[in-house]
């Protein structure tokens, strides 16, 4: 099904996507929010920009964004894969504990904040590009991957502040990172063999998605960082 919505708000839209399932195309999206919040059963094509709150609550829809996306990009999502072919703004990934966000370009702030994981549940969020200052805050579990590939010259692969708070998950960056500065209740470390094979599992589908080379985007220096297993703050947000 095609479905034009240049001219319907975000209710009526959300309202018209309940009543189907399948395979759905939305063309001429002008920001409309909260698109497929909390569906499970549908396949949806976007083209144009989606609004913020893509893919909120998202419970194993799959979602296919052919252009940019706003913020809020998966927020609390539980199961499900959002892709998107351009850059996403703010906060993507917000609390997601379930799922897969991949994304071609860059993501702002606070990717990755509040990301969880419970027993079989472990989110992943692979970004293609370079992601904004404070990346990862609070991470209590998942993971994610930022590859920094097509960054401006001198361009750092991450802003600042990441990992802030971060006492859960792993994050794997394509980059010795020797210019990022993280804080002391993580450690980053250099990714070795057994790193680059569960790496590898990640990115599969990210390549795969979006043409890339899987074993050219590995030849390169990773940083794998992950919280101080000291860190006071752990048990009280990590299910064992």
């Known amino acids: 099904m095609i ?3 240049r001219k319907l708000n975000h209710k009526s839209l959300n309202e018209m996507l309940q009543q189907y399932k399948g395979e759905i195309t939305l063309d001429d999206c002008v920001g409309q929010r ?31 964004v052919n252009s940019n996306a706003q913020d809020a990009v998966g927020d609390t999502m539980n199961e499900g894969t959002i892709v998107v072919f351009g850059n996403i703004g703010d906060t993507a990934g917000y609390a997601m504990r379930g799922g897969r966000i991949f994304v071609k370009g860059n993501a702002g702030y606070r ?56 006492h859960g998950g792993k994050m ?24 680059l094979e569960e790496l ?20 390169s220096p990773f940083t794998v960082v992950t919280p101080d297993s000291k860190n006071p703050y752990k048990q009280m947000y990590v299910a064992n």
């Open 34 to 64: 909260f698109i497929a919040a909390g569906m499970s059963d549908s396949d949806i094509t976007i083209n144009g920009i989606p609004g913020n709150a893509l893919g909120a609550y998202l419970n194993g829809a799959k979602i296919r």
């Open 111 to 166: 990717a990755g904040i509040h990301m969880k994981e419970y027993k079989e549940k472990k989110p992943l969020m692979v970004i293609g590009g370079t992601a904004g200052s404070f990346l990862g805050e609070y991470q209590a579990g998942g993971v994610i991957v930022v590859l920094g590939l097509n960054a401006d010259s001198g361009k750092k692969i991450v802003g600042g502040f990441p990992c802030t708070g971060m």
């Open 172 to 195: 794997f960056l394509r980059s010795d990172c020797k210019d990022v500065k993280f804080p002391g209740q993580v450690t980053a470390r250099p990714a070795d063999k057994k790193d």
């Open 3 to 5: 479905i034009n919505v």
């Open 200 to 219: 590898k599992e990640y990115i599969a589908e990210f390549c795969e998605l979006f043409g890339y080379d899987i074993n050219t985007v590995l030849n």
